[in-house]
Nanobody, 125 residues
Framework: QVQLVESGGGSVQAGGSLRLSCAAS????????MGWFRQAPGKEREGVAV???????NYADSVKGRFTISQDNAKTTVYLQMNNLTPEDTATYYC???????????????????WGQGTQVTVTS
């Protein structure tokens, strides 16, 4: 059973930065996509950034140029560097991982079966 443990959330002023981490364990597949979704109160969960085992990435338009997703060489931990944060980035951020799926489905949360517990990111103006 895949376990995902997130860390790095917190509260920051607008314009600030945070780095989220997600450590994966218990998986049996090597070809995967793994990334970050977020959900603000009263809103649907949305894809933020996803990376696959080969390093391909995809970003939501709202975070392009501000957020960077990366992974360690062991490919067990994924990071989300978030710069120039705005109050609109305030949400609970969830890590997700699943065997590799077509690129066009990477931001469809229903496609993922393994999720972290979520970490809160709050950006104040």
């Amino acid at each position: 059973q895949v376990q995902l443990v997130e860390s790095g959330g917190g509260s920051v002023q607008a314009g600030g930065s945070l780095r989220l981490s997600c450590a994966a364990s218990g998986y049996t597949y090597n070809s995967y996509c793994m990334g970050w979704f977020r959900q603000a109160p009263g809103k649907e969960r949305e894809g933020v950034a996803v990376i696959d085992f080969d390093g391909r990435t995809n970003y939501a338009d709202s975070v392009k140029g501000r957020f960077t997703i990366s992974q360690d060489n062991a490919k067990t931990t994924v990071y989300l560097q978030m710069n120039n944060l705005t109050p609109e980035d305030t949400a609970t951020y969830y890590c997700a991982r699943d065997p590799l799926m077509p690129y066009g489905r990477w931001f469809q949360s229903a496609e993922y079966h393994s999720w972290g517990q979520g970490t809160q990111v709050t950006v104040t103006s």
